[in-house]
Each structure stands twice: as structure tokens, then as C-alpha cells.
Nanobody, 123 residues
Framework: QVQLVESGGGWMQAGGSLRLSCAAS????????MGWFRQAPGKEREFVAA???????YYADFVKGRFTISRDNAKNTVYLQMNSLKPEDTAVYYC?????????????????WGQGTQVTVSS
């Protein structure tokens, strides 16, 4: 069964750091793009970062220099290190896997999704 399981969310004060993890089934992890998205209340789901199997990365402008996506292929796990957190980073963060060649910034391009993990940043 294909599964993506996120962990690591929680509450943090502005300026702090959190690291999210996403454990994936091997067959969807090894050769596909893994992405992180987020969705705040009342807003659409938005792209945060993506990483290819060869570890190339791509970020949304609003997280460049603050967030880092990485992957551990031996553990079938992708990470999102979030530094210098801001209250506007508050959202449910989702891990996703893309098996096609559709644009990485579009939620509809991804075939598999985790259940999400809440990140709350207070000012």
C-alpha cells in the first residue's frame, strides 16, 4: 500500500525552527519528485518545495533562504527544515509524491499525499 506519513509539526515562536519528516513507501519514493505543500485556513494549497531523485531542489520564493528540503534515499524519507519561522508560515503541511512529468508547483501534478501535519507559529 502506498503511504506517505508526515511528522514533526507543532507550535513554535516566530524566529524558531522545526523539521518536518515524510516517510514514504519505497516504490513511490525512489524515482519520483517529492514535494511539500501547505494550506492555511481559507486559502488554497500552495507549493513550498520539491526535490528530485537526484537531489535537485526547487523552492517557492517565500521560503528561499529559510527552508531546506532534503531526502534520505536509504530511509525513504524526505525532510523540510524550516528556519526563521514567521506567523504567516502557519498552515497544515503536506508531503506529496509525483509520478508524472507535470509541473512540480501544481498540486494536481501529484499522485500521492500524506495526511498533513499542523505547523503553528506564534508572534
Amino acid at each position: 500500500q502506498v503511504q506517505l506519513v508526515e511528522s514533526g509539526g507543532g507550535w513554535m515562536q516566530a524566529g524558531g525552527s522545526l523539521r518536518l519528516s515524510c516517510a514514504a513507501s519505497g516504490r513511490i519514493f525512489s524515482s519520483n519528485v517529492m514535494g511539500w505543500f501547505r494550506q492555511a485556513p481559507g486559502k488554497e494549497r500552495e507549493f513550498v518545495a520539491a526535490i528530485w531523485s537526484g537531489s535537485s531542489t526547487y523552492y517557492a520564493d517565500f521560503v528561499k533562504g529559510r527552508f531546506t528540503i532534503s531526502r534520505d534515499n536509504a530511509k525513504n524519507t524526505v525532510y523540510l527544515q524550516m528556519n526563521s519561522l514567521k506567523p504567516e508560515d502557519t498552515a497544515v503541511y503536506y508531503c506529496a509524491a509525483r509520478t508524472s512529468s507535470l509541473p512540480v508547483v501544481t498540486p494536481g501534478s501529484y499522485d500521492y499525499w500524506g495526511q498533513g501535519t499542523q505547523v503553528t507559529v506564534s508572534s
